[in-house]
């Protein structure tokens, strides 16, 4: 199997460390029309977040200041405009400006809305690259009003994938002991089939493992893999891929000593809750992990790019332009991606020998 490096890809170098400092957590704003800034706000309104982090939202102090008296937390959260990296104002909220000055209008979906999103994930990318933020979360954005000459993926995961030139990634979905894996992402349902080999599998059961191993520190994971068809085939009765493409994986890693089980129906294996039992679980395509996923953890789970060379998380749900601007929103979620960046960060350095 073909050895992937999580730690150093591509020239890319691990995440330095800030003896003495609290890490820098870069925040790209995403869509400003839709929830990304309201949860932002939330998220970092509580002072005790502080403690753990210095964060750095890439966007515009305006779009800021706007929801922030819309949501009537003028007293309870302020923040530092920046110019510069340079400038960072340690233990507080900072802002640095990332496009010109245009209208937030909660709840619609505008080219400039789309384009900002990019200026921010651009100027928040190179800050990664530069070493001069420890970690990114991204807001949720629109895939549709964001592409451009300059974007033209499917979403972040395969922008990070693009942008830091690894060959093996993984969207999972993280919420406490729960860790979803999708083999084929996002691509349409009538193509899963055809994507799925025996190397995609094993890659991609690579990319859990070494994840599992080096960011939630789990020295000998144990991960599941779910079929592709109802019963997981049925012994070849109600499909074939689950007898010649992920079985004989299965069987080959138990041979080198991995702890790979499976295939599991996935209707019969969340229905009786023997996701407790694992530590990953990889699913064969998008919605048949994300569904029982957000059914156990929507509002608190996280997601989490694994297979990158540096720290990549966001909140699990969407720009939600139908209740935007109306301070419904929950941050539990962007929360969660807060804290997900800080112990992934911490989970690498201490994998990581002192210089």
């Not at 507080?92 to 010109?100: A, L, S, T």
């Not at 100027?123 to 549709?144: C, F, G, M, R, Y």
Request: glycine share 8%; aromatic share 8%; with cysteine.
């Amino acid at each position: 199997m073909e050895n992937i490096d999580l730690a150093v890809n591509k020239g890319i170098k691990p995440r330095r460390k800030r003896k003495g400092e609290l890490p820098v957590i870069g925040i790209s704003l995403g869509d400003f029309n839709g929830i990304g800034p309201e949860v932002t706000i939330k998220a970092l309104a509580d002072k005790r977040i502080l403690n753990m982090m210095t964060p750095v939202i890439f966007g515009s102090p305006k779009v800021v200041s706007f929801y922030r008296k819309s949501l009537n937390l003028d007293d309870s959260f302020n923040f530092m405009t920046i110019k510069s990296l340079e400038e960072i104002a340690y233990g507080k909220v900072n802002v640095i400006n990332c496009w010109k000055q245009v209208l937030a209008e909660p709840g619609k979906i505008t080219p400039d809305a789309g384009e900002a999103a990019w200026l921010a994930l651009k100027s928040a990318t190179e800050a990664l690259k530069e070493d001069q933020i420890d970690a990114i979360v991204t807001a949720p954005i629109n895939k549709h009003n964001i592409q451009s000459e300059a974007f033209k993926f499917a979403g972040h995961t395969e922008y990070f994938a693009t942008t830091f030139e690894v060959k093996e990634m993984l969207m999972m979905m993280v919420h406490d002991q729960l860790r979803v894996g999708v083999a084929t992402g996002h691509i349409p349902l009538s193509e899963v089939s055809n994507n799925l080999t025996r190397d995609l599998i094993r890659r991609k059961l690579k990319v859990m493992e070494e994840s599992l191993k080096l960011d939630f520190g789990i020295l000998k994971p144990k991960i599941a893999v779910l079929g592709l068809n109802p019963h997981a085939g049925e012994d070849g009765l109600l499909g074939s891929e689950e007898q010649e493409i992920i079985k004989p994986v299965i069987q080959e890693l138990k041979e080198e000593g991995k702890l790979i089980f499976g295939p599991f129906p996935a209707d019969g294996f969340f229905g009786i809750n023997m996701q407790r039992k694992f530590d990953g679980i990889l699913a064969m395509y998008h919605d048949q992990g994300l569904v029982a996923f957000k059914t156990l953890a929507f509002e608190q789970g996280v997601n989490f790019t694994a297979g990158l060379p540096v720290v990549r998380t966001s909140p699990d749900h969407g720009t939600a332009y139908d209740i935007a601007g109306k301070g419904e929103a929950s941050e539990v979620s962007m929360r969660e991606a807060l804290y997900l960046a800080c112990d992934v960060l911490k989970a690498r350095n201490e994998s990581e020998p002192e210089e």
